[in-house]
């Protein structure tokens, strides 16, 4: 989504704000999408020259130096055939030709016309229609033994990371708040947490920062909100341990929930002109998913007990 995203961008009629050009390739940095070192397209002067959207699509399926998503659905297929005793046949073969397809598509972006951002656009969106189907076949088709619980822990804590992330950094980089009223940073955080229907259905052409946050922070009904994910990771959590909804146990409690939030704190900035609520709430949901990933190790896969550690040293 993130790849996808922002070759839609350096590709439109309208050039990217420059605030919302930095943010993307930042993240695609971040992500491993594109190497270290590789220098920005809106510095070049020439936009012929587009270094940067060149080496993006040249990595898409690259295993060398980049956590591509090539690199990503082959790691998927690698931890599948680990479990494929548990996989339906239909379920197995979604994820080889998932694999298959993006491989010959990026063959194909790479070669056509030296880099093709257009058919670069057309393989992401046919490998987010086959994830699509997998996780489906995921939630739709596979027992709800303990696998499947850390399975879904695994995504949810991968979700909160990122989302948090992305919003957290788009704070930062003052996306929200363009001097020409250009709406392109408020659009692209919708469209990477996969909520721009669901905002346009509830609050049509609104712009403001108070909505934007209640749909993607606070709303535990949108299913790629932090409140959402974070309360089916509690869930999720409850139901791994073995305890009662009303009893949680305290690795379920250590998941913050944004809704311990107001959402005019969460919208309103401080007299330095910051979201500092906004930025100590994701960075504590941030980091309390960490912290779970961390504590799932240790409880469930440490195979040496911490007392007996110092011994064997």
């Not at 956590?67 to 979604?94: C, P, Y």
């Not at 194909?108 to 016309?113: G, L």
């Not at 880099?115 to 994830?131: N, P």
């Not at 949680?248 to 704190?265: C, G, H, M, R």
Request: proline letters at 3%; hydrophobic letters at 35%.
């Amino acid at each position: 989504r993130l790849a996808k995203l922002y070759l839609e961008n350096i590709n439109s009629e309208y050039t990217p704000s420059h605030s919302l050009w930095v943010w993307l390739e930042h993240l695609c940095h971040q992500y491993g999408l594109v190497p270290e070192g590789v220098p920005s397209n809106f510095n070049q002067g020439d936009i012929r020259h587009r270094v940067f959207e060149r080496t993006l699509i040249n990595s898409l399926n690259k295993n060398e130096n980049v956590t591509s998503v090539g690199f990503n659905l082959n790691a998927m297929k690698r931890t599948a055939s680990n479990v494929r005793e548990r996989l339906s046949i239909e379920q197995w073969s979604t994820i080889n030709n998932c694999i298959e397809e993006f491989q010959q598509d990026c063959h194909k972006a790479i070669t056509f016309h030296d880099f093709s951002s257009s058919l670069a656009i057309d393989a992401l969106k046919r490998v987010s229609s086959s994830l699509a189907a997998i996780t489906g076949a995921q939630t739709d088709r596979m027992t709800r033994d303990d696998g499947w619980q850390l399975l879904s822990i695994g995504r949810h804590i991968e979700r909160l990371s990122f989302l948090t992330t992305v919003l957290d950094s788009a704070i930062q980089m003052g996306l929200l708040f363009n001097p020409n009223n250009d709406s392109s940073g408020y659009m692209a955080l919708l469209n990477l947490f996969d909520s721009t229907i669901t905002f346009h259905a509830q609050h049509q052409q609104s712009r403001e920062i108070a909505p934007l946050i209640s749909l993607l922070v606070l709303d535990d009904e949108n299913p790629r909100s932090l409140a959402w994910v974070s309360k089916a990771l509690r869930a999720r959590l409850s139901k791994l341990a073995g305890t009662e909804r009303n009893n949680p146990d305290e690795l379920t409690l250590s998941v913050a929930s944004p809704q311990e939030y107001d959402l005019y704190e969460l919208s309103s900035t401080d007299t330095f002109g910051n979201f500092t609520d906004l930025r100590n709430c994701l960075n504590r949901v941030s980091q309390s998913a960490w912290h779970v990933s961390d504590e799932i190790s240790a409880r469930y896969f440490n195979l040496i007990h911490k007392k007996d550690y110092s011994v064997q040293l």
